[in-house]
């Protein structure tokens, strides 16, 4: 996304923090990116700590953090882009258990966190990201990532997508190794990607032939599509595929493999 924060942060003044009527009376993508409540469908359902610590990992105009400081006791938000840090402290300023860090990954002190959330934040080189972030997770942590899949059929259908964007089993292995897996992944699939989320998928709880047919709502996809979305969605459930060609990923990894 673009940096939007000087305009964002006009018109948050201008109608007084009411995000919806911002979103009403100017329509534009990037602002529901970084201001729609639908954002937090990625993560609401989540069952985190309360009493917990969470890192999180790029600000993205706080359309995440004000979830994350509701349901843990405190949130951390690490940010390079000053303005988005200042527009994310004047959104959630009623907030008192957020603490703001203008920096990057690479230069953060050695702290440890019951979480750290990367949605969307990740960057290259990606093997090394992860394993900074691992570091900073408590021995019980879990790492939270969430990024476009370079093979989702949205894309491959002609909408465009981050910058940074891997396939499950590259994401797979930055997470474990190329070997055997060390520790526990859990991987989630937001439909229609991880933006605006209005579904997630799971492994346990994958969509069937059918299911995908008339429910691709996105909002960035091309006027003209390169095939009929749909319909492919149809052939990957059936073909018992649709992880493979999911828009994108949810993932959440933990130090310890599950019983």
Not at 41 to 46: A, F, G, I, K, T
Request: aromatic share 12%.
């Amino acid at each position: 996304m673009n940096d939007l924060s000087p305009e964002i942060r006009n018109l948050y003044v201008k109608y007084q923090g009411d995000t919806k009527a911002i979103l009403k009376d100017n329509p534009n993508l990037d602002y529901m990116y970084a201001l729609s409540d639908i954002r937090e469908n990625l993560l609401e359902w989540y069952q985190f700590e309360e009493n917990a610590s969470l890192l999180q990992i790029g600000s993205d105009y706080g359309a995440l953090t004000g979830l994350y400081s509701r349901r843990v006791k405190e949130v951390t938000v690490l940010e390079s882009n000053q303005n988005n840090l200042s527009f994310n402290r004047l959104r959630h300023q009623k907030r008192d258990n957020i603490k703001y860090v203008t920096g990057s990954l690479d230069t953060f002190p050695e702290e440890h966190f019951d979480y750290v959330v990367m949605v969307g934040s990740l960057e290259e080189p990606y093997k090394e990201q992860i394993k900074k972030a691992k570091t900073l997770l408590k021995p019980e942590g879990k790492l939270i990532l969430s990024l476009c899949n370079r093979l989702g059929l949205k894309y491959q259908a002609g909408a465009v997508s981050d910058q940074t964007k891997l396939s499950r089993q590259e994401l797979l292995e930055l997470l474990c190794g190329e070997e055997k897996c060390q520790g526990n992944v859990e991987f989630y699939y937001p439909m229609p990607d991880y933006k605006l989320p209005v579904t997630i998928y799971s492994d346990s709880y994958l969509p069937s032939k059918g299911d995908l047919t008339h429910a691709i709502l996105a909002y960035d996809y091309p006027k003209y599509l390169r095939f009929d979305l749909g319909k492919m969605f149809d052939e990957v459930c059936e073909g018992k595929q649709f992880q493979t060609f999911a828009n994108s990923f949810l993932t959440i990894w933990s130090r310890h493999e599950e019983d």
